[in-house]
């Protein structure tokens, strides 16, 4: 008595999500037209990605951009427009996009990043890798539990402490829950079972590498850990 039947709670979550989505389509229009009017006025020759920056502050960050098939599909060189120094790309054939790492981004500014015909020859440096279960960068190494896709170990490499308390109640980003009865009843979140679980390389370059958890038998669906 007094709450929302499964039926009424289904449609009452439908029609929130519903506005949700209205208003984030709204504003992915709105930036987007506002992209398009500040980039219409940046010389730039050729082809070219423009960086913007919103922030009131300098900021570094990832640029990950779909670029036409054509010349997605050639051979070019990822130039700094201001500093004329070649950075290093990733590249994402399944849907024809780049990534890399912008730096110095002006604050409520932008960079121009021009696309220059030719054979890529600049290097990442430091420790980037994925193998089997495991990721690792210049700062932590992270393995994941195969049976069910949590973490099962999270290393601070500068001092080798282990993140993960291997004696908690619950596994390390494994799914738990409680409905409004055991909340009032002050009972603890009960942790989600896992019927089966696949982990896979979601990718492997030079910019970013990736695991993908894919499950069954629970709510929690898929974790992507990059």
Same mark, same amino acid.
Request: glycine share 8%; net charge neutral.
């Given at each position: 008595?007094?709450? !929302?039947?499964?039926?009424?709670?289904?449609?009452?979550?439908?029609?929130? @999500?519903?506005?949700?989505?209205?208003?984030?389509?709204?504003?992915?229009? @709105?930036?987007?037209?506002?992209?398009?009017?500040?980039?219409?006025?940046?010389?730039?020759?050729?082809?070219?990605?423009?960086?913007?920056?919103?922030?009131?502050?300098?900021?570094?960050?990832?640029?990950?951009?779909?670029?036409?098939?054509?010349?997605?599909?050639?051979? !070019?060189?990822?130039?700094?427009?201001?500093?004329?120094?070649?950075?290093?790309?990733?590249? !994402?054939?399944?849907?024809?996009?780049?990534? !890399?790492?912008?730096?110095?981004?002006?604050?409520?500014?932008?960079? &121009?990043?021009? @696309?220059?015909?030719?054979?890529?020859?600049?290097?990442?440096?430091?420790? @980037?890798?994925?193998?089997?279960?495991?990721?690792?960068?210049?700062?932590?190494?992270?393995?994941?539990?195969?049976?069910?896709?949590?973490?099962?170990?999270?290393?601070?490499?500068?001092?080798?402490?282990?993140?993960?308390?291997?004696?908690?109640?619950?596994?390390?980003?494994?799914?738990?829950?409680?409905?409004?009865?055991?909340?009032?009843?002050?009972?603890?979140?009960?942790?989600?079972? &896992?019927?089966?679980?696949?982990?896979?390389?979601?990718?492997?370059?030079?910019?970013?590498?990736?695991?993908?958890?894919?499950?069954?038998?629970?709510?929690?669906?898929?974790?992507?850990?990059?």
């Amino acid at each position: 008595p007094g709450y !929302f039947t499964p039926e009424e709670m289904d449609r009452n979550n439908r029609i929130h @999500l519903g506005w949700a989505a209205d208003a984030r389509n709204k504003a992915v229009e @709105l930036a987007t037209l506002g992209d398009q009017r500040i980039t219409a006025d940046i010389p730039a020759q050729g082809d070219a990605i423009v960086a913007i920056n919103p922030l009131g502050r300098t900021r570094d960050g990832w640029v990950r951009k779909q670029l036409p098939a054509a010349l997605y599909g050639s051979s !070019f060189k990822l130039i700094d427009h201001s500093t004329g120094l070649e950075l290093p790309y990733q590249r !994402f054939d399944a849907s024809s996009e780049i990534l !890399f790492r912008a730096t110095q981004l002006p604050s409520v500014g932008y960079r &121009v990043y021009d @696309l220059v015909a030719g054979t890529p020859s600049a290097s990442s440096s430091g420790v @980037l890798s994925v193998a089997g279960h495991t990721l690792e960068n210049d700062f932590y190494s992270i393995s994941i539990d195969p049976a069910d896709g949590s973490v099962s170990s999270l290393v601070e490499k500068a001092t080798g402490r282990q993140l993960v308390d291997a004696a908690a109640g619950y596994r390390f980003n494994r799914m738990a829950n409680n409905v409004k009865n055991d909340v009032n009843a002050s009972n603890n979140p009960f942790e989600q079972p &896992v019927a089966s679980a696949t982990v896979s390389i979601e990718a492997n370059g030079s910019q970013m590498v990736g695991l993908k958890v894919a499950r069954t038998g629970t709510p929690h669906k898929e974790t992507l850990y990059r």
